[in-house]
DNA sequence: ATAAACCTTCCAGTAACAGTAAGGTCAACG
DNA sequence: CGTTGACCTTACTGTTACTGGAAGGTTTAT
């Protein structure tokens, strides 16, 4: 068992050791993404170690492109202890898709731009290749 | 030299021709991407064989995913015969750049995704290693 | 005392539209 | 002649995930 060490700081700490800017903590706040913070006398922010690691936890999310509404469901079934992970490995798998899908689009798109890119050897705009290119429709 | 047909249809038929909808091309026109169409008696927008034309050209760098701002400065390129089209290569050359990015981005976010997904053999929530995973600093 | 560096709330802006409301117009049908 | 349906108009809001800025309070250091 962990020590529940008590740490306390104020928001650009935390900002710092979670590598997410104040701006964005409150705004997670606002949208109930985070609980709403405890404030001292003057009415700053304090924070914690669970606010470290759900902080954390919300920030690999994101970096994992994954939308914050869906975060907001994935934290729900974390503190649900009984609840089963279907749903975390079920998101987890669909953002796949969606990353995966995004990849073949782009990649289909880097031929084109190349293709385009390298169509004009004029340099006078009349004559642009790539202008009249654009003009007409895809020749897919 | 081609004939200057007189085409003259209403903003619907338009959307239905490029494949633009009414709304996108109201907004362009708001934006300043269309110049002002001509209104007939009633008020309504009238347009001709011009308007294609430049539409498609908006639609197709659209694909491309060229940012408005930018299809609007090649245009202005684009229409001006004197100039170079060497404003049009970089653009084209920067946004394959982009891409390129993109792709390689993805294609990180990709692998760790399916790591991810297949991390977890259990289907309780507090054994999950996704979620587990999920709380720790990226192991990068 | 005052300046720097924090903190607070609130409002606006970003990109590129899509949705909706409230209302005007036009052609056809009965 | 009335009305229905399919158009058209403007204007406002909402989307996503923040970021920037204004205006003001607090704390710390000099």
């Known amino acids: 068992m962990k020590a529940q060490s008590k740490v306390s700081m104020k928001i650009s700490q935390l900002a710092k050791v979670t590598n997410v800017a104040s701006k964005t903590i409150r705004y997670y706040e606002d949208i109930g993404l985070l609980p709403a913070a405890y ?22 999310c994101r970096e994992l492109q994954i939308p914050l509404e869906q975060i907001k469901t994935l934290i729900v079934v974390q503190v649900d202890p009984k609840s089963s992970c279907q749903e975390v490995d079920a998101l987890i798998e669909q953002q796949l898709d969606k990353v995966r899908k995004t990849i073949a689009e782009l990649t289909l798109l ?5 293709t385009l890119a390298t169509s004009c050897p004029n340099d006078k705009v009349g004559d642009c290749q790539i202008l009249k290119n654009l003009q007409q429709e895809k020749p897919s």
């Open 39 to 60: 404030r001292n006398d003057n009415g700053y922010r304090e924070y914690g170690n669970n606010d470290i690691e759900r902080l954390v936890f919300i920030r690999r």
């Open 110 to 114: 880097e031929q084109t731009l190349h």
